[in-house]
Every structure is written in C-alpha cells, then in structure tokens.
C-alpha cells in the first residue's frame, strides 16, 4: 500500500513540473489541462481521503480429517469411550432403560465383552451396591499408570441415586482387577447429584457433578473428598439457553428444558489448569490446579479465580491434546470442531451420523474415538418420545501432526 510520505512526496514533483510548464512558451490559457495537473488533483484527492491500513486476512483452515467407524452397537447405547496403552478400546453403557454390560473391551470384530467380569457387570437391585457396576457415566485412561477409571453416579433409568452407590472404581490395565473404589456418602453425594466425569493427576482425582452443579476433589492418598462452588452459578446450567437439535427443542414430556449444570471437565497440556462447563454454555471456565487444591481457599475465594476460556455452543463433550488443541462436540449441528490455542478454528467435521457427539478419548497413536450417543433422541431431551435408532456408532479420526 502507498504511504502517505510517498503521496507527499510525488506531489510535490508533480507541482514543480506544473511550474515548469506554465512558464513554457507553448503554454496558453486555452490550452487543455496536462497530465500534469491531472495528476496533481488525483494526488490532491488521495491525500484528503481517510487512510485505510492494511489487515491481515484470516488464517486459513486445515482440511478436516477423515472420520470412519470404529465400531457399532446394534442394541446397546453407549456414550464414552476408553483406549488403553495397549490399544484396547473400552466403551461405558449407562443402565438408561434397560440391562446393559455397563463396562465393556470392543473387539475388533466389535463384540463386546464385559470387562472386568467378577461380577461387576451383573448388578441387581439388593445387590452389593458398592461391589457392581449400577449405571456407568463416564471412562477414563490414566495413561501414566496404565489404569481405567469408571465413573458410576449409581442413578438408573434416570432415577434416584442407589444409596451406597455412587463410586469411582480404578481397575489396573496390566492384571485386569480392580485395585481400588472410592464411594462417595451423602454428603459428597446428595441426593440429587450425578458423577459425571473425572481427570486424574497423581494422587488427585477432579469429578463434575453434573445433578446438583459442583466440582470434587479426590485426595487418594487419605481418601478425603472436597466438594466445591457447590452454591456458585458457574457450575450451574444457563436457563436461557434452549438447545435445538435438527429443528426441534430439547425438552422433557411436560415442555421442560433439561437443566444439565458441571459436566465437561479437562487438563491443559501442560496439566496446570482444570476446565469445565455445563453441557449448554455459554462458557467453558478455566481455573488453577494450584487455586483448586489450595485448602486455605473459601468458595467464594476460589470463584473468583474461575475464569472465562471460551464461548462455546452446546456440546456433549470436549478433549485437549497435547497442542493444547480443543476439541469441541457441537450436539446442534452433528460436528467435531477443533479449535487453536488463540481460539480460531482449525477445522470443522460435519456429519448427520454423529447424533449427540459425545466423551472423546485419544490413543497411543494419536487417533481420536467419540461415540454417537444419541442424548437427544431420549424421551427426557424428545418431549417424551424415545427416538433412538440404532444402531450405535463409535467414530475415529487422527488430525493431522502439527
């Protein structure tokens, strides 16, 4: 672009020639303008217009990975996805409406085999509550110790919570037998809560609780749990927000929109910053490991360190890598959106198939799994209509390196 200094400057040249041909003596009063002074009137023009700076155009996207089926339930739903140092890919079945094996290995020829057995997969009412699997929420891979993690908020068919239930089981990777559950009474787990999902670091375990809206702390080393911004509104869902999937509105039987408060949960890359969000938005929140297990910290202390990372849109999950890439799962619009660390879009995956996207999980190769789950199709979120189809699909899909 031009600057000023040299419209200026070529102004001023072309004043001296305009001088020197007036005083030429072919030079008469009837004579047609010269180039000259032409030129020195459009100069004169775009020095007295505004200057427009310069602005760097968008950076552009990606191209979108390639997504393919991994795997397909033909009557069990599932909503998370697990995979093992090993490669082994393990998917969690919530007990919705129905029995289902809870927790289970997907073989490759996608059978599904309940894992861990001992009859962890085959709870009944009166059964040892804290000893089965009653209605699994969520998995996770804690890669350093090669352990899985099973989320179980102990609340089938959407029902109240089976008193003794509601637990976090941790089952060693290597010999295949659990090694540890952690039950949460009724002081971390009221009445109305739901254990949603969990990251573990060292001897920390993070849990959301998505029934009441709060954030949990899991010491293991003594076992002791903190429940925290347990009354703050940034654990709890917008009711402002009214999600709409392929035209219609999310509500229950009556008219009521679901209200669904802390779900998502994250680490950064670099392990020193927790995130979390209601599963509408309009905010995914950052807050400080340190700040969170900083015990000398009140409630009201510790909200005033959350803070705002992202505006999102509706989502049934959410995954960093070690990019610090943010992956969101946009439920409205059946996509996979993955986001930079400044916030502008890499690339976006769109596909009918992918029906209430929903937990991610990243194995050791760098491919990504998600599962369909279908949330919206739910009598509680389709006013009262179960519109489920199976079958159930399991997706991959591996971005491209950095």
Same mark, same amino acid.
């Given at each position: 672009?031009?600057?000023?200094?040299?419209?200026?400057?070529?102004?001023?040249?072309?004043?001296?020639?305009?001088?020197?041909?007036?005083?030429?003596?072919?030079?008469?009063?009837?004579?047609?303008?010269?180039?000259?002074?032409?030129?020195?009137?459009?100069?004169?023009?775009?020095?007295?217009?505004?200057?427009?700076?310069?602005?760097?155009?968008?950076?552009?996207?990606?191209?979108?990975?390639?997504?393919?089926?991994?795997?397909?339930?033909?009557?069990?739903?599932?909503?998370?996805?697990?995979?093992?140092?090993?490669?082994?890919?393990?998917?969690?079945?919530?007990?919705?409406?129905?029995?289902?094996?809870?927790?289970?290995?997907?073989?490759?020829?996608?059978?599904?085999?309940?894992?861990?057995?001992?009859?962890?997969?085959?709870?009944?009412?009166?059964?040892?509550?804290?000893?089965?699997?009653?209605?699994?929420?969520?998995?996770?891979?804690?890669?350093?110790?090669?352990?899985?993690?099973?989320?179980?908020?102990?609340?089938?068919?959407?029902?109240?919570?089976?008193?003794? @239930? /509601?637990? &976090?089981?941790?089952?060693? %990777? +290597?010999?295949?037998?659990?090694?540890?559950?952690?039950?949460? $009474? !009724?002081?971390?787990?009221?009445?109305?809560?739901?254990?949603?999902?969990?990251?573990?670091?060292?001897?920390?375990?993070?849990?959301?609780?998505?029934?009441?809206?709060?954030?949990?702390?899991?010491?293991?080393?003594?076992?002791?749990?903190?429940?925290?911004?347990?009354?703050?509104?940034?654990?709890?869902?917008?009711?402002?927000?009214?999600?709409?999937?392929?035209?219609?509105?999310?509500?229950?039987?009556?008219?009521?929109?679901?209200?669904?408060?802390?779900?998502?949960?994250?680490?950064?890359?670099?392990?020193?910053?927790?995130?979390?969000?209601?599963?509408? @938005? /309009?905010? &995914?929140?950052?807050?400080? %490991? +340190?700040?969170?297990?900083?015990?000398?910290?009140?409630?009201? $202390? !510790?909200?005033?360190?959350?803070?705002?990372?992202?505006?999102?849109?509706?989502?049934?999950?959410?995954?960093?890598?070690?990019?610090?890439?943010?992956?969101?799962?946009?439920?409205?619009?059946?996509?996979?959106?993955?986001?930079?660390?400044?916030?502008?879009?890499?690339?976006?995956?769109?596909?009918?198939?992918?029906?209430?996207?929903?937990?991610?999980?990243?194995?050791?190769?760098?491919?990504?799994?998600?599962?369909?789950?279908?949330?919206?199709?739910?009598?509680?979120?389709?006013?009262?209509?179960?519109?489920?189809?199976?079958?159930?699909?399991?997706?991959?899909?591996?971005?491209?390196?950095?």
């Amino acid at each position: 672009m031009t600057s000023r200094r040299e419209l200026l400057s070529a102004t001023q040249s072309v004043t001296l020639m305009t001088i020197a041909a007036k005083s030429h003596p072919m030079s008469s009063r009837n004579a047609r303008p010269s180039a000259h002074s032409s030129m020195l009137r459009v100069l004169i023009l775009l020095l007295s217009a505004p200057q427009v700076c310069a602005v760097a155009a968008p950076a552009a996207k990606e191209a979108a990975p390639i997504l393919e089926v991994a795997a397909t339930s033909p009557t069990h739903a599932w909503n998370g996805v697990a995979v093992a140092n090993d490669g082994r890919i393990f998917a969690s079945f919530p007990r919705w409406d129905k029995t289902t094996p809870s927790v289970a290995v997907i073989g490759p020829d996608g059978a599904q085999t309940p894992y861990p057995g001992d009859g962890w997969n085959e709870w009944k009412p009166g059964e040892d509550p804290a000893r089965h699997f009653i209605s699994i929420n969520s998995l996770f891979i804690d890669r350093d110790a090669n352990h899985l993690w099973v989320v179980d908020p102990a609340t089938p068919h959407f029902g109240g919570i089976v008193q003794g @239930g /509601p637990k &976090l089981v941790e089952i060693d %990777l +290597a010999t295949d037998k659990v090694v540890n559950v952690y039950s949460f $009474d !009724l002081a971390n787990a009221p009445a109305n809560s739901h254990l949603n999902d969990a990251r573990v670091l060292g001897d920390h375990v993070f849990i959301t609780d998505s029934g009441t809206g709060a954030l949990l702390v899991l010491d293991r080393t003594t076992g002791h749990i903190r429940r925290l911004l347990a009354k703050s509104r940034l654990t709890k869902a917008d009711p402002s927000i009214i999600p709409h999937v392929d035209g219609h509105q999310l509500a229950g039987p009556t008219g009521k929109i679901p209200q669904l408060n802390a779900d998502q949960i994250e680490l950064s890359a670099d392990r020193k910053t927790l995130f979390f969000m209601s599963p509408f @938005g /309009p905010n &995914l929140y950052r807050v400080a %490991l +340190a700040d969170l297990l900083d015990e000398s910290l009140s409630d009201s $202390d !510790l909200e005033q360190r959350v803070k705002v990372a992202r505006h999102v849109t509706p989502v049934g999950g959410l995954v960093i890598d070690r990019n610090n890439v943010l992956y969101l799962s946009e439920v409205e619009t059946h996509s996979i959106r993955a986001e930079a660390p400044d916030g502008h879009t890499l690339w976006t995956i769109k596909d009918r198939r992918l029906d209430w996207p929903d937990a991610y999980s990243i194995g050791p190769d760098g491919t990504f799994y998600i599962v369909a789950a279908q949330v919206d199709q739910l009598p509680g979120f389709n006013q009262g209509h179960d519109g489920r189809k199976p079958p159930y699909y399991m997706f991959r899909f591996k971005p491209k390196a950095p």
